[in-house]
């Protein structure tokens, strides 16, 4: 193999929409390191997986994958496994497939640069630097560092000498690969401190840390000054945010920050996306209703409508407290678009507490809600709980809440034919001979357009809807 063909690497990400920036962060690393991203599995050298473990079926195809793809360490590839799995198993996915060399959990990508240096450079002398190690520290925690090793699966190599302080820290990259180039994301706080019962997060992503409003505000006049007109502002709680620096007084609030990037000339719409219900401040409302280029649409997460399992969830709110956000939106001078995540068959939910969820998305009115069956994960509190509910029974409280919330969309989706919106043109479908649109609201709105005004992909044209369907509408453009 050349060594131009041993730099050549391919990426597969799979997971939230965190994980999918942190692949931008890791290809622009890589590239600037002198590799070069290609397509397929079969032309690289070194095949990585930015994975997810949220729930167990993510993280089963993660090994499905690395499986399937075993066959190639015959001709020399190497395999690397970065994110949220990496993070959790660490070392075990030595373990679990040998063939991989690469172990890079999500606190740590700060060190791929080095950890790939050693991987191509590996010698059996390092044997001693990672026993070494090793023996200090045997267990891969939570919190703990990547680690690489060569090909051989005896020539093992962990990276010494990083503090806690630098592999928590923000993983800031200049060289983020942006795929988009029209709308792009911003990370500004990495981490989650809540420990909700169900969840893995806090133990792969680690504890909160914000970034300076003053650099994500850098980058979001950079991403301008680039041709970009959205922004979604990423974190695992977004409304947790906390202004690490600045002068006294100086600090911005998210709804500060929120309204500052969306203040930023060039900048057309700005989403934000995880939002926690007990740091939810009806501020963010006022800043969507004062500033036009804050999107109409917020995510709320509420994973149950019952008290008693909000409570076992610890999830630190009440049903009335969430409601009482709702009815702040609802009351904005901007019809703002809610949607949520709901959890069925936590442990000790019971028709009744399932019901209370029915009910709310009754009293709600949800434009689209992702709906996951309980799924035990580890190191979580909810571990210790008996996940007693049979898959079965999950299945059926699944199939119901998702029957009431497509009736619920066909209604909500039927009011906007009609209507005219602005969407971002998003591509084509030729098959269909469809433009493929979306609203501010983050609604999908497909529309035709006479070829003789065809719109181009980035830009923002208005559609008149004319059909609903229970996800999206279609429209034609209004010329
Ligand atoms: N089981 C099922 N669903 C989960 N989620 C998070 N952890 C679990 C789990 N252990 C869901 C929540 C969260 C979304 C991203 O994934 O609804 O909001
Ligand atoms: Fe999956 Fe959570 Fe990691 Fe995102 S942060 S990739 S949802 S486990």
Not at 293 to 315: E, I, K, T
Not at 414 to 438: C, D, F, H, P
Request: aromatic fraction near 8%; glycine fraction near 6%; include cysteine.
């Amino acid at each position: 193999m050349s060594v131009d063909s041993q730099k050549t690497f391919y990426l597969e990400t799979f997971g939230c929409q965190m994980n999918v920036h942190d692949s931008e962060k890791v290809v622009g690393t890589l590239v600037n390191e002198g590799y070069r991203q290609v397509e397929t599995v079969e032309e690289a050298g070194l095949v990585l997986y930015n994975t997810c473990s949220i729930r167990d079926k993510a993280e089963q195809k993660v090994f499905n994958r690395l499986n399937d793809y075993k066959k190639y360490q015959k001709q020399g590839k190497r395999f690397g496994v970065l994110g949220c799995v990496a993070q959790q198993e660490g070392e075990k996915i030595f373990e679990r497939a040998p063939h991989v060399s690469l172990v890079c959990g999500s606190a740590s990508y700060r060190n791929l640069p080095q950890m790939l240096e050693q991987l191509e450079t590996a010698r059996p002398a390092e044997h001693a630097s990672f026993d070494e190690a090793s023996s200090r520290s045997p267990a891969f925690s939570p919190a703990g560092r990547g680690i690489s090793r060569a090909a051989s699966p005896s020539t093992l190599v962990r990276i010494t000498g990083l503090d806690d302080r630098e592999t928590d820290e923000c993983f800031e990259t200049e060289f983020t690969a942006r795929t988009n180039p029209h709308r792009g994301y911003i990370t500004i706080i990495e981490g989650c401190d809540k420990f909700c019962a169900y969840c893995v997060v806090p133990f792969t992503r680690g504890k909160e840390r914000s970034r300076t409003s003053d650099s994500v505000l850098a980058e979001a006049r950079q991403m301008a000054d680039l041709g970009y007109t959205e922004i979604q502002l990423l974190g695992q709680n977004v409304n947790s945010y906390k202004d690490p620096a600045g002068k006294p007084g100086g600090k911005k609030t998210f709804a500060e920050l929120l309204a500052a990037v969306g203040e930023v000339p060039g900048i057309r719409r700005v989403r934000f996306t995880t939002s926690h219900p007990r740091d939810f401040g009806r501020d963010i409302i006022d800043a969507i209703d004062a500033v036009p280029a804050l999107c109409d649409h917020v995510h709320l997460p509420v994973q149950s409508g019952s008290n008693r399992v909000l409570n076992a969830m610890q999830r630190l709110y009440t049903r009335e407290q969430y409601l009482e956000r709702i009815a702040w939106m609802k009351a904005a001078k901007r019809d703002i678009s809610i949607t949520s995540d709901m959890i069925v068959g936590f442990p000790g939910e019971t028709e009744e507490d399932f019901a209370d969820t029915l009910s709310l998305l009754d009293k709600v009115g949800y434009d689209s809600v992702f709906t996951f069956k309980y799924s035990p994960r580890p190191n979580t509190p909810s571990l210790a709980l008996e996940d007693a509910i049979p898959d079965e029974e999950k299945a059926r409280r699944l199939e119901v809440l998702m029957t009431r919330q497509k009736e619920i969309q066909i209604i909500r989706y039927k009011k906007y034919i009609g209507t005219i919106s602005e969407v971002m043109v998003e591509g084509k479908n030729e098959a269909r001979g469809q433009w493929i649109g979306r609203t501010s609201q983050n609604k999908t709105l497909n529309f035709t357009a006479p070829n003789s005004s065809a719109p181009k992909v980035g830009t923002y044209v208005s559609v008149r809807a004319t059909v609903s369907f229970p996800n999206s509408l279609l429209g034609e453009m209004v010329v």
